[in-house]
């Protein structure tokens, strides 16, 4: 099955500083990858997603790039804010579409 | 549009006991899933419907989870009797169809504790 490993587990920042996030699957039948936020007390909710035919993509503060030969994908936040301070989950599609997830990176944005 | 929804927000149940969650899917969302958030852990799937019938139910603990979509909208899971690892945020997700590249939303999840 897929396993999915998401780097670093905890990341603190600068307010207006950038935030990295790498992850890395092993099925290399993996063509989609998105990325969830999760505040406090709610479900995950969708930010960006790439699927295998793109390496970046980019929305305002947010861009996700993709090394399909290295099998790892990447979440960049520029400009950090303090409502940027979330739990960020990466995640992998499976040939048979199930979703596999990191185990999670907690971002603080510091003021 | 309106989201996931889900019901009840928290839950605290003795060990043994038994215990029921609720969620309502995006309307006109065949695929349904039912997730487990342990903390500190991302959310693994428990099972899978497309409209009313199971598609993948292999990481199911069938000997006390049991669920159900039977009319192909809303869905009820259930947990008997409640084991003290069963403690975990439980997220109902749903997709259009559940195919390729397609975008899962998740509820605000049901937040249990087994004492």
Known sequence: GENVEQHPSTLSVQEGDSAVIKCTYSDSASNYFPWYKQELGKGPQLIIDIRSNVGEKKDQRIAVTLNKTAKHFSLHITETQPEDSAVYFCAAMRVDYKLSFGAGTTVTVRA | ?115
């Open chain 2, 1 to 115: 549009e309106a989201g996931v929804a889900q019901s009840p927000r928290y839950k605290i149940i003795e060990k043994r006991q038994s215990v029921a969650f609720w969620c309502n899917p995006i309307s006109g969302h065949a695929t349904l899933y039912w997730y487990q958030q342990i903390l500190g852990q991302g959310p693994k799937l428990l099972i899978q419907f497309q409209n009313n019938g199971v598609v993948d139910d292999s990481q199911l603990p069938k000997d006390r989870f049991s669920a159900e979509r039977l009319k192909g909208v809303d869905s009820t899971l259930k947990i008997q009797p409640a084991k003290l690892e069963d403690s975990a945020v439980y997220l109902c997700a749903s997709s259009l169809q559940g195919g390729r590249g397609e975008t899962q939303y998740f509820g605000p999840g049901t937040r249990l504790l087994v004492l």
